[in-house]
């Protein structure tokens, strides 16, 4: 079974700023992660993949976020937010088996100060 | 762009009754989710498809859940009788598997209030 861990439920910053966003997991096997953003009373939104290859993993919206594979981490960053990117982020890790079911840590709400 | 379709948006109802929340999966898509969020526990796991077949229901309580795919169109969770507990925001998301071509693609939820 695999498990994620977002150790801060809030992270406030102001615009313009940089921002990381942390993530570790747990699993006893080779995992698939995500982060995907849920904007007000709108669904789940994927912004970036880690499947293979390239630890470092760009995605939309200017995000992006690195595998550490001995750290067992996959922390999100961005080197200057916008308002727009008040929200809250998930990070998600699946099994590569069959199933793939997808787990979902408890989510970090970043508040972009102006 | 392609959607996943969830309805209804927000469903009141009082406790004891059934309720129906229903799914558009992407057409496709073999791999369809359902998710409920609350603030105290997060995103919850409830069950998961895979060309209809339910592979996985442990998240959900069943002696009043059920969730079943009578069609690759149509998803449904029913809840039945409601509790207030079971306040929450509902999602579905659909997919194929990952290592074909990672698309899990949520809907928008229902929003669910149990009085």
New interface residues.
Partial sequence: AQSVTQLDSQVPVFEEAPVELRCNYSSSVSV?LFW?VQYP??????LL?Y?SGSTLVKGINGFEAEFNKSQTSFHLRKPSVHISDTAEY?CAV?D?GG?????????TKLQVIP | DAR?TQTPRHKVTEMGQEVTMRCQPILGHN?V?W?RQTMMQ??E?LA?F?NRAP??DSGMPKDRFSAEMPDATLATLKIQPSEPRDSAVY?C?SGL???KN????????TRLTVV
């Fill in positions: 698939y995907y009373n709108q669904g789940l939104q994927l993949k499947l998930f699946s590569l199933y793939q079911k997808v787990t979902f840590g408890t989510g | 996943v791999t989710f998710y997060g995103l796991l998961y895979r592979l996985d999602f998301a598997p990952i290592n990672y698309g899990y693609t949520f809907g928008s939820g």
